[in-house]
């Protein structure tokens, strides 16, 4: 069973950048598609970023430019760099995994608790 755990979350001002990090239990990274997604209340939950096991990416056209995905496979990581981040970006972040190539939440079987950025 894939155990994931989100770290890095917290409040920053307006223009400011976080990097968001999700290490596995298990020998995921670089052999499945990692996906970052965020959530407000009352919203669905949105796919953001993707990185595939050969390391190709994938972002939503709302956070382009300004979101990095990247993985380490030897710490069994994979992270989200944020920049330019703006009060729209609070959210509650996850990170999943998929043997599917896809941003879409209903594709992945596996997901984190969680991190919550908050930008002000």
């Known amino acids: 069973h894939v155990q994931l755990v989100e770290s890095g979350g917290g409040s920053v001002q307006v223009g400011g950048s976080l990097r968001l990090s999700c290490v596995a239990s298990?020998?995921?990274?670089?052999?499945?598609?990692m996906g970052w997604f965020r959530q407000i209340p009352d919203k669905e939950r949105e796919g953001i970023a993707g990185?595939?096991?050969?390391?190709?990416?994938s972002y939503a056209d709302s956070v382009k430019g300004r979101l990095t995905i990247s993985q380490d496979n030897a710490k069994n990581a994979v992270y989200l760099h944020m920049s330019s981040l703006q009060p729209e970006d609070t959210a509650m972040y996850y990170c999943?995994?998929?043997?599917?190539?896809?941003?879409?939440?209903?594709?992945?079987?596996?997901w984190g608790r969680g991190t919550q950025v908050t930008v002000s």
């Open positions: 999943a995994t998929s043997k599917l190539w896809s941003l879409e939440s209903s594709d992945f079987p596996y």
């Open positions: 990185i595939e096991s050969d390391g190709s990416t």
């Open positions: 298990v020998d995921t990274i670089g052999r499945y598609c």
